[in-house]
């Protein structure tokens, strides 16, 4: 994660003030794992198949696993813009996309994500959900397409695999 991106760029560490704003407009407290993270690494750009690219295991509720590609570990400010995206009508949302609660953390190359869960019965929990056009919670798209990925931040980070072994 020291490693410099493929175009040589370092990483920009994500300051407390952008932490500190991210938890005042959104009324939540984000992990101190998470906290640390960012402080050291920043938001990242995970892309590249030589340096950054990680696949993240996913256990559906129905037992089905899969792989999920982690491209990029969103900044504050960027988890607040995808949450926007899905969930305001601005974007031509007929309702909200995703779980009441829940923040975009990573990217893929598509509408994958690896999600923040801020609700507070199931504080810290890193779940996984492909965002389909449509409400969540309307037949064919809630919770039950929505994986298990780690029961925090911690674990998450921990069993990261890079794409290339």
């Not at 990925?149 to 794409?163: N, Q, S, W, Y």
């Amino acid at each position: 994660m020291n490693t410099p991106d493929e175009m040589g760029r370092v990483h920009r560490p994500v300051t407390n003030p952008e932490i500190d704003e991210f938890e005042r407009s959104e009324g939540v407290t984000l992990p101190d794992s998470l906290k640390s993270f960012w402080s050291k690494y920043g938001s990242r750009d995970l892309n590249s198949k030589k340096i950054f690219a990680f696949k993240t295991k996913v256990v559906f509720p129905d037992g089905k696993k899969k792989k999920a590609d982690v491209g990029a570990i969103a900044s504050p400010g960027k988890m607040i813009e995808a949450r926007q995206r899905y969930i305001d009508p601005l974007y031509g949302n007929s309702g909200d996309w995703l779980p009441a609660g829940v923040y975009p953390l990573t990217f893929d190359s598509g509408y994958g994500h690896c999600l923040l869960d801020l609700n507070a019965d199931t504080y810290g929990r890193i779940l996984y959900i492909v965002v389909k056009a449509k409400t969540f919670g309307d037949a064919g798209y809630g919770w039950d397409h929505v994986g298990m990925v780690a029961k925090d931040f911690d674990e998450f980070l921990a069993d990261l695999t890079p794409d290339y072994l």
